[in-house]
């Protein structure tokens, strides 16, 4: 990274370095370590929030975060938290309030309480009853299979034991069953659309 110069101590491990700061709290030994890696927490950063500035600001606040996060931590693998602390950080931001997005919704697309409330209840007892008027069209073991699962609110196991009919075969008669009560009811509503 261009924007902060690396100064690197090749002497000392991660773990040699991430003792020195908690034992001694000094700034130094933490910013050594961290300068090791922060094309690391750069590259992550934008990879999730997909804009340099922003990653070159996360790097920073991602620097302040350690501060007392290293404290509270002894990771063993110091390269692998980083890491994840960084996606966290960057996580975080992602879902802060500024980067939620919220579109104005026009009235006219808006359906209010009182009335929205009788149309969908109302809706629902006509798709129930042309459900049930589509399901007495059906036959035999179909009919039986649909009414169980749909009406009865039957498992397909429950349905092979009530029937004795096979799991496959109830699978069938309801996947089959559900094929032509979609061609009943779009008939259904085809027939009225053109009234």
Sequence with gaps: MDFIRNI???SADDAQLVRRYKETGELQWLSLLYQRYMDLVYGACLKYLK???TSKDAVMNIFEELIPKLKAHDPQNFRAWLYTVSRNHCLMQLRTPKNLKTTELHPDFVQFEEEGHLNGVLEKEEQLGELRRCLETLVGEQKTALDLFYLQ???YQEIALAT???WNKVRSHIQNG??????CMEKKTSA???K
Excluded: C, F, T, V
Aim: hydrophobic share 25%; no cysteine.
């Design 8 to 10: 690197q101590d090749p």
């Design 51 to 53: 804009d340099a500035e």
């Design 153 to 155: 609110q039957r498992s």
């Design 164 to 166: 004795g009919m096979e």
């Design 178 to 183: 559900r094929r032509n009560l979609k061609i």
């Design 192 to 194: 009225l659309k053109d």
